[in-house]
């Protein structure tokens, strides 16, 4: 059972995870409000429509907040924890709200797209690694993939909201979505003021009763108990380690085996956003209606039912299948559906089969990517790191993968509207180029890492085994490990009936 104490932390670091994925679609429905457009659009002979340069800059200036909250998350760790880290993340992301909500003049509205990146960003750091260093080793696996869960359920909540405001009156039809954030900003910051510190920065600052407290309120056991006592001793040992080894410096990312990790995470967090998800659910309903689809705001509803629904078998498949087949066979749908909906609509622009083929091919899409590239691009984007290394590695692919967001974000109105590059649907090439050279990339770099353990990947770095060989490789290791455990085994059965335990193979003759 969880204490109330539990529940309100996990409540926190689960509404920042709602709150990550709320955040990542929720202007793609502001964008096609006909009272934000006249806000902030301009008129031709058609009527009033936003300018690839407005689109660009609503969009993707929310990345400079975000790139500046990630690369000074650890500074702050340093001066306030993770938990005052979490209070000052959620006061900042509330305030950048509160800017937006009143329709101000454009560069206040992108100021406040800025604040509020500044807040996501810290919040993405920090809340997956409170939820770390907190839960027991037994529910871990578990929580972080209900975090990722609530990721997609974040946007489907965002989708819900603006097909239900749509046709409100004035600002209200796109304030609503807006505002909505206060309300998850508002329970981070009270489950932060709540919550204690996290273990780890507590035991690195010396305060070894505090840290058993804090330790007995995150997982409710005892704090005498041996549990108790365990778990203390591991994490004071991974503390000591840290601070024997010496100071970390960013030249040993790209040195050695650590290179090979630290390009693996750079260039899945490229090729995640690259593929064309963040268009999606970016630039989806805009792009529809351009497109003639009707219903552009029920549309995006479901592709963000769709993505939650296939998230959630996710963490099965990937230890299934594992990383490598999933992303093969999640990319080659993926090309699919960009290829098949390209091709009808030069065919048949503007029928009715065109509609449908461009909407049945987001669906499958989006269908495609979550159990595969959405899911795995995030394990693979964090399982890799050595110990030593992890969170400068961990931060280094996060810079990359919100300047991945901020370019396709920038660029994609430019490519798209009518007023611009004129690609339309065309652009679906855009995207079938990207998948193609993201799936053979895969093929020939990402290592398959499924069962295998912290010194197992190390080993398979250090070693230096080809990526398309890793599979077989992993399997041979878990065979002689078998062997060698049942081996041990028939021995140890054999010495206690009183045979020689030299003499152990010859038992059954």
């Known amino acids: 059972m969880f204490s109330f104490r539990q529940l309100t932390i996990y409540g926190m670091v689960f509404a920042s995870g709602t709150l990550i994925g709320y955040d990542s679609g929720y202007l793609n429905g502001v964008l096609g409000s006909s009272d934000f457009i006249h806000r902030y659009g301009a008129e031709d002979s058609t009527g009033w429509y936003l300018t690839p340069k407005i689109r660009a800059l609503f969009t993707s200036l929310l990345v400079v907040g975000t790139l ?8 702050l760790f340093k001066w306030m924890g993770r938990k005052g880290t979490l209070i000052i993340s959620a006061i900042i992301y509330g305030a950048g709200v509160a800017l937006q909500v009143p329709a101000p003049p454009a560069g206040v509205f992108v100021l406040g797209r800025i604040l509020l990146g500044m807040g996501l960003g810290l919040i993405s750091v920090t809340s997956p690694m409170y939820l770390v260093e907190s839960s027991r080793p037994t529910t871990r696996g578990r929580f972080i993939a209900l975090y990722t869960q609530l990721l997609t359920c974040g946007n489907v909540i965002v989708c819900g909201i603006s097909l239900g405001t749509r046709n409100l009156a004035g600002a209200n039809s796109w304030r609503v979505t807006v505002g909505f954030q206060l309300f998850l900003a508002l329970v981070i910051f009270l489950g932060a003021l709540i919550a204690p510190e ?55 990312c790209f040195k050695g085996p650590d290179l090979r990790r630290q390009l693996l995470g750079i260039c899945i967090a490229f090729f995640t956003i690259a593929t064309g998800i963040t268009f999606w ?229």
């Open 198 to 252: 996290s273990p780890v920065i507590l035991m690195k600052a010396n305060k070894h009763d505090e840290a058993r407290q804090a330790l007995a309120s995150l997982r409710n056991i005892d704090p005498n108990s041996e549990e108790m006592t365990e778990s203390i001793d591991e994490i004071a040992r991974w503390v000591q380690e840290q601070s024997t080894s010496g100071e970390v410096h960013l030249s040993e």
């Open 281 to 509: 659910f970016g630039y989806g309903t805009t792009f529809f209606e351009a497109a003639g689809v009707n219903n552009s705001y029920l549309i995006s509803l479901i592709l963000a039912l769709v993505n939650a629904v296939f998230t959630a078998p996710s963490p099965y498949l990937v230890e299934r299948f594992g990383r490598r087949i999933c992303l093969f066979v999640g990319g080659v749908i993926m090309a699919i559906t960009m290829l098949v909906p390209s091709i009808i609509h030069q065919v048949a622009p503007g029928s009715r089969v065109d509609q449908f083929a461009l909407v049945a091919g987001a669906v499958i899409f989006i269908a495609a990517y979550a159990p595969s590239w959405g899911t795995i691009g995030w394990i693979v984007m964090t399982e890799p790191y050595s110990q030593r290394l992890r969170l400068l590695q961990s931060t280094i692919t996060m810079v990359v993968y919100w300047t991945s967001t901020w370019a396709v974000g920038f660029i994609t109105p430019y490519m798209v509207d009518a007023t611009a590059g004129d690609l339309g649907v065309k652009v679906c090439y855009v995207w079938l180029v990207m998948i193609i050279l993201s799936v053979l990339w895969a093929y020939f770099y990402v290592p398959e890492l499924a069962g295998l353990s912290v010194a197992e990947t190390d080993l398979l770095f250090e070693t230096g085994i080809p990526a398309r060989k890793s599979a077989s490789w992993g399997a041979s290791l878990r065979s002689n490990a078998r062997d060698i455990e049942e081996s041990t085994s028939i021995v140890l059965t054999v010495g206690e009936k009183g045979v020689k335990t030299d003499e152990a193979p010859y038992a059954h003759t």
């Open 68 to 75: 500046s909250g990630s690369i000074s998350a650890n500074f």
